[in-house]
């Protein structure tokens, strides 16, 4: 059996021998001009836009169907365009029709739920839009706003889930308003709508929505509106319309908006995830350092304030103005040349061109605030074709990671491709020995990447998230504290004091089912015993397939800011990560709910009508001899 190891040997071996043979071997024969290198394909043709003030916005590849795309506008027009067949573009929806009640609706942005082709998932046919509209006083309950903002806010920034009937029909029934946030004018809309493109079902940042407001000149001093990125999760609550996640930076600050994830960001372009598992952004923005203004691409990990201070780490300034769209990190196959680069779209004197640029971070930018950047773009394609003669060309990439072209003036979205190698390889001389060094370096690679796609498998799993997290918790023996404990291990990992628990909830999934603290509201009672029971009821009923997730977390916050991730239950499809069965874990949470809100929320903790057998007690006394991991399906042969 091939492993890790094993293949890593390989490997070494490999490249002994062809260093040994390199070492030998002519000169190589000229390679073509990049220039030639690249080639367009047509993919599509958008229906052409009348009217000056009528602009394209984003455009998406269909999920799980490579033959159309989503296309939508600022007047809130979503089209869907059929690849290689212009006639076959048809408005899938007017959302400014649909919110004809919404004075001076304009679209800002749009976004797909990662779930949006999963059937059975939640997020399925769903995705989100950012509009701006005239502020109505009886929306006033539910609008997020600087209280310390002393002048008019006569605007809403809101972001709208909708969903997709079987049809492909969008109404009124189905639409649910997320968030709304006061801004001062109608060009404050929200500019970006984006979920972590690489996070995973399983992970606890899992479609988490992250959404850009834009600096606004007069309240720049305020966080809010001083160029800021906001984090939530668009799942409706029992209480609300969608819930702040718990390690958001200033989730328990009161100073701060608790959504708020990084600000004092300037005037921001764009926002992506440049590295696979990480949450690191990369921020596009113009940002002013002793009164001289520059755009910037700066890493941000959450909670960073460049109010005061500008970003300590950054790979790229410049004098030049970065469009929107117009940056990304090319991961396809069509084009090996720039695989895994951060790519830049600019117009230098009349001609588009795409640079790469490194990713590595630069020196410190308060040393030295006049420094034009760390990387140097490097031009990898002047692009002289004719189609591509516009004022408006952006970036994009399909549901592949494939590049797009899209030509917002004449509306022709163009594929990119690398010319194929033979011809390339054509061009050389042949001979026995390059034959066997490309034979060599081919069977190098296929080594290379099964090590590191079963590397990224491992680490990705379901099974690695368990061994991550805390996998089981027990009060302690004089029942004043609580015992975390790691997957396997009979000894106390982590302690703290019921005391200390400023928080506590449980989820189920990426929903928020219980909130336990010390305010009057999140006690508990036998009412919420019940509700509670009758949810996790409704969701065993759900049917299990494959790929689905079923998981039971609790997250523990503390006064000392110290934040506990117990995943308590976690099903994949028919198999069972976690030890105990559903409603066994079930019971479990009932418990823990009666004994957490008991210590921190006596006065709002009604006297328990029914008591259950289960009784919580050190995790040391329980039996930790197998760790039930077989597929249901299997164990249910020998019933």
Not at 22 to 34: C, G, L, N
Not at 325 to 349: E, H
Request: hydrophobic letters at 35%; one cysteine or more.
């Amino acid at each position: 059996m091939l492993t890790v190891k094993n293949i890593y040997s390989s490997i070494l071996f490999l490249v002994l021998v062809l260093f040994a043979r390199t070492s030998i071997a002519k000169e190589p024969a000229a390679v073509p001009q990049q220039q030639e290198l690249f080639l367009l394909q047509q993919m599509a043709k958008a229906p052409s836009l009348d009217g000056a003030q009528k602009k394209w916005l984003e455009l998406f590849e269909q999920p799980g169907n490579s033959q159309h795309y989503f296309l939508t506008n600022k007047q809130g027009q979503i089209f869907q365009l059929e690849q290689d067949n212009p006639n076959s573009t048809r408005l899938l929806v007017d959302l400014k029709q649909l919110a004809a009640n919404a004075p001076e609706f304009q679209l800002s942005a749009l976004s797909l739920h990662p779930n949006f082709s999963q059937q059975g998932q939640i997020g399925f046919n769903t995705f989100y839009t950012a509009h701006i509209e005239s502020h109505a006083n009886e929306r006033q309950s539910h609008r997020i706003f600087d209280a310390n903002v002393n002048k008019a806010l006569p605007f809403d920034a809101v972001v709208t889930e909708w969903k997709l009937s079987q049809n492909s029909q969008v109404n009124n029934t189905n639409r649910r308003e997320i968030i709304r946030i006061a801004v001062p004018t109608a060009e404050s809309a929200i500019n970006q709508l984006s979920f972590n493109p690489y996070s995973k079902s399983w992970h606890e940042d899992f479609a988490q929505l992250y959404l850009s407001l834009p600096e606004s000149p007069e309240l720049k001093q305020r966080p809010l509106y001083s160029g800021a990125i906001l984090r939530v999760h668009p799942e409706q609550t029992a209480t609300a319309s969608y819930s702040t996640p718990y390690n958001n930076p200033y989730y328990a600050n009161p100073q701060y908006e608790k959504t708020l994830y990084v600000f004092g960001i300037g005037n921001i372009k764009q926002f992506l995830w440049p590295e696979k598992h990480s949450t690191r952004l990369l921020i596009s923005h113009r940002y002013s350092v002793n009164n001289s203004s520059k755009h910037w691409l700066s890493y941000s990990d959450g909670g960073d304030n460049w109010q005061q201070s500008p970003p300590k780490e950054f790979i790229y300034q410049t004098t030049e103005t970065i469009s929107a769209n117009n940056l990304l990190v090319y991961r396809g196959q069509n084009v090996p040349l720039l695989r895994n680069k951060l790519l830049l779209l600019t117009n230098q004197d009349q001609a588009w061109q795409i640079s790469s640029l490194r990713l590595e971070t630069s020196i410190d930018a308060t040393s030295k605030p006049d420094h034009e950047g760390a990387s140097k773009s490097t031009l990898e394609w002047l692009l002289q074709h004719q189609s591509l003669t516009t004022k408006e060309l952006t970036l994009h990439r399909d549901n592949r990671g494939e590049l797009l072209l899209f030509n917002e003036d004449d509306g022709t979205i163009f594929q990119v491709f690398q010319q194929d190698k033979d011809q390339v390889l054509a061009s050389a001389p042949s001979s026995s020995s390059s034959m066997m060094n490309f034979l060599l370096i081919v069977i190098l690679v296929l080594l290379l990447a099964y090590a590191l796609y079963r590397s990224k498998i491992y680490q990705n799993s379901a099974k690695a998230f368990v061994r991550r997290e805390f996998s089981a918790l027990a009060v302690t023996s004089d029942m004043s504290g609580l015992n975390f404990f790691k997957r396997h291990q009979h000894e106390v990992d982590k302690s703290i004091l019921l005391s200390d628990i400023k928080q506590c909830q449980f989820m189920l999934g990426n929903l928020v089912v219980m909130t336990i603290n010390s305010t009057h509201r999140y006690g508990f009672s036998n009412l919420h015993e019940q509700e509670l029971r009758e949810i996790f009821h409704t969701e065993h009923i759900d049917k299990m397939v494959d790929g689905k997730i079923r998981r039971i977390n609790v997250l523990i916050n503390t006064y000392q800011k110290n934040n506990y991730i117990v995943c308590l239950y976690l099903r994949k499809g028919s198999d069972r990560i976690t030890k105990k069965s559903y409603f066994d874990v079930v019971d479990d949470v009932i418990d823990w709910c009666w004994l957490i809100s008991g210590k921190i929320n006596p006065q709002h903790t009604e006297m328990r009508c029914i008591q259950t057998e289960n009784v919580i007690t050190d995790l040391g006394n329980a039996d930790h001899k197998m760790h039930d991991d077989t597929p249901l399906h299997l164990s249910l042969i020998h019933i």
